[in-house]
């Protein structure tokens, strides 16, 4: 799972939206960032959606020979949702953190074993990709894109094995990347548009992967189901 440390969940950005509206009542407000905070409250439903679509992969996955373990970057926000979902449940699930300025902790969700500190971005996105069965991008900022793109160009020149990118939210991902623009302008070929689908629910998601892989049809899917998401 790919996602920024800046959505935080419903409640937090709630009481967050409270403060500064009761702040701009006394006089003391900042408008612009009343404005985030009302986008971050919207947001937050993506934290909550992370959040189900861990907890509905652990759950379904748990009778697979191999199970699906949810991968996160490990810290905040919808990474949190995510490590947050599967133990929840009661299951396991991995964070790759980084060392970065600002001093990125883990989330206390992650299971303790499974938790990995990385220096270089590099070597990060390499764990990310090598043993996942698919890509499932919430809304993000420079990171989330870097790890999106890079994935998305090496399936596209057959430098990796294909699995699914499911991008959560239509419309956020549609007003950020005009994909349609870049085959109008011959940058990328009409095909390249199929290597990622726009969902907007955990279920979606989850029937997604089921459909790739033939969950719950042994005559169907591809081999090698299990991994990480």
Not at 32 to 46: Q, T, V
Not at 75 to 81: H, K, L, V, Y
Not at 129 to 139: G, Q
Not at 191 to 208: C, I, N, P, R, S
């Amino acid at each position: 799972m790919l996602a920024t440390a800046g959505i935080a969940g419903h409640e937090q950005a709630q009481r967050r939206e409270a403060r500064l509206v009761a702040e701009g009542v006394g006089g003391r407000g900042d408008a612009g960032a009343l404005r985030r905070a009302e986008a971050g409250l919207a947001m937050s439903r993506y934290y909550d959606e992370a959040r189900r679509f861990a907890g509905l992969v652990t759950e379904r996955s748990r009778q697979h020979a191999t199970p699906i373990y949810v991968v996160t970057g490990g810290g905040p926000g919808i990474m949190e949702a995510g490590n947050r979902g599967a133990h929840e449940i009661g299951g396991k699930s991995i964070g790759l953190n980084i060392v970065l300025p600002h001093e990125q902790e883990p989330n206390p969700y992650i299971t303790p074993e499974l938790c990995f500190q990385f220096h270089y971005f590099a070597l990060r996105k390499m764990h990310f990709v090598m043993r996942s069965i698919a890509l499932v991008c919430f809304p993000g900022g420079f990171g989330t894109l870097d790890e999106l793109f890079e994935t998305m160009t090496l399936i596209q020149t057959g430098k990796s094995r294909r699995r699914p990118i499911l991008l959560f939210g239509r419309a956020f991902w549609e007003k950020l990347v005009n994909f349609e623009h870049l085959v109008d302008t011959g940058m990328i070929s009409p095909g390249d548009l199929g290597l990622f689908h726009y969902v907007e629910t955990a279920e979606q998601a989850w029937d997604k992967l089921a459909e790739y892989y033939g969950f719950g049809d042994p005559d169907a899917g591809r081999e090698d189901t299990g991994g990480s998401v």
